[in-house]
C-alpha cells in the first residue's frame, strides 16, 4: 500500500481553502524582514503555497522563486494578480531543494508558516536544509519560521477541539502525536448541514527545535545569525512559542 503522506498531500487538500482560512492576515511585517534580509536577491520561497509572501516580495522589485510540492497550490497562485511578477515557480519537494535549484544562486532562502515541520522526517529536514544552504551564494541568508515545541503538551493523549460552530456547520481539529518519532498527525474535519460528505484536511508534521535546528545548519556550514520571536523582531526568550531564525553562510 502506498503511503498516503505525500510531500504534496497538505497543498493539494488545502488549496481550495488555504487563503479563506489563512489569507487575511498583514504579511507586511514578514515582507520588511525578509527584503532587508534578502541582500538584494535573487530569493527562494520553500513550500510557497498560494504565493502569500512570493507575491509581495516579488512586487518590491525582487527577483523571487517560489518552488512547492502541490501543484493545486501553485495554480491558486497563479491565478493571483501579482503573480506574473514572481520570476520562477519550481514544483518539487523541497526536501530535493538541492537538486532543483543552481548552487550559489540565492541571496535568501526563507521557510514560512511552520511549512519545514511539513518535511516528517528527520532526513528530510536535514537534507532541506543542506540544499538551502547549497542554494545561497556566499554571505546569504537562510531564514526559518517555525513554532517552538512544547513537548509536554504534545505529549498528551490524542485530542479533538472545537475550532467553530455555526448554525450549518462545525470544523473539528484532530491530532495524534508521536513523541519517540516528533511527529504529530493532523486534521481539520468541516461538516456542513446539507453537505453531500465530510471534508477532511491532514497534516503530518514532525516538530523540530530551534536547537535540533541549529545543529542541521551548523552541519550545513550556516552560522546563527538572529533569533526572534515573530517578524517584528520580538527576543525569543524560554516564554516565546515561535521563533524566526536566520543563519548565513561563509562569505568565503
Excluded at 100 to 108: F, R
Aim: aromatic share 6%; charged share 25%.
Amino acid at each position: 500500500m502506498s503511503d498516503p503522506w505525500l510531500a504534496s498531500t497538505y497543498g493539494e487538500r488545502f488549496a481550495p481553502v488555504y487563503d479563506d482560512w489563512y489569507g487575511d492576515g498583514d504579511v507586511t511585517p514578514a515582507v520588511d524582514v525578509l527584503e532587508a534580509l534578502a541582500g538584494g536577491g535573487p530569493v527562494l520561497e520553500l513550500g510557497a503555497g498560494t504565493g502569500r509572501l512570493a507575491i509581495p516580495l516579488a512586487e518590491r522589485g525582487l527577483d523571487v522563486d517560489a518552488l512547492d510540492a502541490s501543484p493545486a497550490m501553485l495554480d491558486r497562485m497563479r491565478s493571483k494578480a501579482g503573480a506574473a511578477r514572481v520570476r520562477g515557480v519550481i514544483t518539487g519537494d523541497m526536501a530535493a531543494v538541492g537538486d532543483l535549484v543552481e548552487p550559489g544562486m540565492y541571496g535568501l532562502v526563507f521557510v514560512a508558516a511552520n511549512t519545514l515541520c511539513n518535511l516528517d522526517t528527520a532526513g528530510a529536514q536535514a537534507r532541506c536544509v543542506a540544499g538551502a544552504a547549497r542554494a545561497l551564494r556566499p554571505g546569504g541568508r537562510f531564514v526559518a519560521e517555525a513554532f517552538v515545541p512544547d513537548v509536554e503538551r504534545l505529549s498528551q493523549p490524542d485530542v479533538v477541539t472545537v475550532r467553530s460552530i455555526e448554525p450549518d456547520r462545525v470544523v473539528l481539529f484532530a491530532s495524534k502525536a508521536d513523541v519517540a518519532a516528533q511527529r504529530l498527525d493532523t486534521a481539520i474535519v468541516e461538516l456542513v448541514d446539507g453537505a453531500p460528505g465530510v471534508r477532511v484536511f491532514p497534516a503530518r508534521l514532525r516538530w523540530v527545535s530551534p536547537d535540533e535546528l541549529d545543529g542541521l545548519a551548523a552541519a550545513a556550514g550556516l552560522t546563527l545569525e538572529s533569533r526572534w520571536s515573530g517578524w517584528t523582531r520580538e527576543p525569543c526568550d524560554e516564554s516565546a512559542v515561535s521563533h524566526v531564525s536566520v543563519w548565513r553562510a561563509s562569505v568565503g
